[in-house]
């Protein structure tokens, strides 16, 4: 399988984290959001994905090469194939509540703030995209902690992890780069803690990508 | 079942079809978006959803009366709940790429569009919403038809209904509110086209909800 994203892209992050859960072996191809306009814009790229985002993951379905985007398409078709180890869980109302947790997170947050809405607002609407981006980011973390309070335990459901925790992850890493106050989000923050000591997350981690500016 | 929705909330719609698709009864509950700055957001309705969203839906499940928000968590409960009739594909890549096109839409164009964001444009940034709602739908539609040009038959995925039609049909009812030149995209107007001679996409269209206006 081959991965074309970015490393603090948050769709691209969620599915990093799935990929090493299930222990699936995969290249990660770069994909500059920032460069020249975004290669994401590119024809080449839009070729793979005329949506012009990241992730695309490539791979071999059906008998063919394959080219699939949009996060959660993705990760349903991971655990389809790939059930074990799962990342969801098997009763009915936490599957669907795992799923709502990763929905409020992938359609409720992340389209107001993602790059090209960034870049739509203070170019073309000539305003300052942070209180925006606030706004929308804290609203709907707010949401998501008043569910999640709900269900959690170890994780955003019980003590397996799940869609929900793939999708808060990097969702409270976006957060904390625009200096949002994360301190009414204590259910959220601890789940965050928790899903860093496990190796899947490190290993997916945005800091820890071949195409993140180096530290030190 | 109970589902509180709005009648031209394409989320709402989204799960209207899906219930009628596979004939599943229930009473719908309309949440008026527009009176006294919008029901959704009154204490009452937060304590259903506290993201302050339709649809909700209300069922039994595990044996308690859960309440259940976002279109597509609430799409894959029905769907593995009430396999029959599907409303996925069975081969893999098929299957990915209706809920591909399914989230185009939900997490690509709705999040962009809908009322919370339309009043925080006019009250907060005091710009027109129309040409930003023009801008992201016209976008998130070119990306949706290059896709869907590739595996529509009658309906977005083959000859049978599935989740990527469930979404398409009221973001194209959406778009024609807002005047957007749908020429560019034969191939979703004609899967729109399908869809309103079947009778689950009739029973759950707009114009035939409770709450939605009276004509003539």
Redesign the interface.
Known sequence: MRLYGFWRSSATWRVRIALAHKNLPYEYLPVDLRKDGGEQNAPAFREK?????VPVLELD??G?T?L???????L??LE??WPEPPLLPR???L???S??L???V???I???QNTG?QL?IEN??R?DAT??IR?WVSS?L??TE??ARETAGTFAIGDDVSFADLCIVPQLYFARRFAIDLTPYPTLAGIDEACAKLPAFEAAHAKNMPDAPQSG
């Open positions: 994905n005329p949506m012009g985002r379905l059906d063919k394959r699939l985007s949009e996060s959660m398409a993705i349903e078709l389809e194939r009763a009915a109302f599957r669907a509540r799923r709502q990763a929905m409020l992938v359609s409720g992340q389209p107001l809405v739509y073309e609407l305003v209180p925006w706004h709907g707010a949401a008043t569910l």
